[in-house]
């Protein structure tokens, strides 16, 4: 709703909305609407908790396949938010979620859509730039940073907020799990992960234009673009 504001607040100035940001969900949500999906149940949420300590995540992450194959095919196994979710929509609903979130593909935007994803073919490439990311991370002070909130009482490892990549690896560390290089190795292969998925998202979406984050001329590409699709 906000987003719908601010774009028609920009086009009534006759100028065009820039959609910018990495988080495809929240694009498809404001592109196709949201799933009618039941919301949070703390006792649910606490059954499924205690089975992981039993099982580990992994575990709960097999039972999800059986349950709900095409979820646990998108869901990592060591994305305890995500699975723990999937599996509280299937018990709160006897529906898998990968159904629930099923789309009519009706667009409900009153816009043209060009779509512009940058990113790069080189693997090595980008996985050297995660790697130079997460080391300036740790030099502009985030173990510090997760000190902090780790010593705020009501932000435990075990908050969705502190799942996140690189902070649920920084506060493993912190919390004496395993030491400093095994930290840092944990965050760049989990960053490494999660932008396998994002290539993933990107690669399903439609009509999508792609600029090479390696290149040097992306402005005109892309300017390019947008005029040929204005044509």
């Known amino acids: ?128 730039r995660i790697e130079q990311r997460f080391h300036r991370m740790l030099d502009l002070g985030f173990e510090n940073e997760v000190r902090q909130l780790l010593s705020r009482g009501d932000l435990v490892p075990e908050k969705p907020s502190m799942r996140t990549v690189g902070y649920r690896q920084m506060a493993a560390y912190l919390n004496g799990e395993y030491d400093y290089n095994s930290m840092i190795y944990r965050g760049i292969v989990a960053t490494r992960q999660l932008a396998k998925r994002q290539m993933t998202w990107l690669r399903a979406e439609s009509d999508v234009n792609w600029l090479d984050a390696a290149a040097t001329d992306n402005t005109g590409c892309a300017l390019n673009i947008v005029g040929a699709a204005t044509i």
């Not at 028609?8 to 404001?30: H, S």
């Not at 409900?108 to 980008?126: E, H, S």
């Open 1 to 128: 709703e906000d987003a719908r504001r601010e774009m028609a607040e920009i086009t009534a100035r006759n100028r065009i909305p820039l959609l910018v940001g990495g988080t495809m969900l929240y694009f498809r949500a404001l592109q196709y609407g949201l799933s009618p999906l039941p919301p949070a149940d703390a006792a649910v949420r606490a059954g499924l908790e205690r089975e992981a300590e039993r099982e580990g995540w992994p575990g709960m992450h097999r039972r999800l396949r059986m349950l709900d194959p095409e979820s646990a095919e998108r869901i990592h196994p060591n994305d305890p938010q995500r699975i723990q979710r999937a599996l509280e929509v299937y018990r709160l609903t006897g529906t898998p979620l990968s159904r629930l979130q099923q789309r009519d593909g009706v667009q409900q935007l009153p816009y043209r859509i060009i779509k512009l994803a940058l990113a790069t073919a080189d693997r090595a490439l980008l996985h050297r």
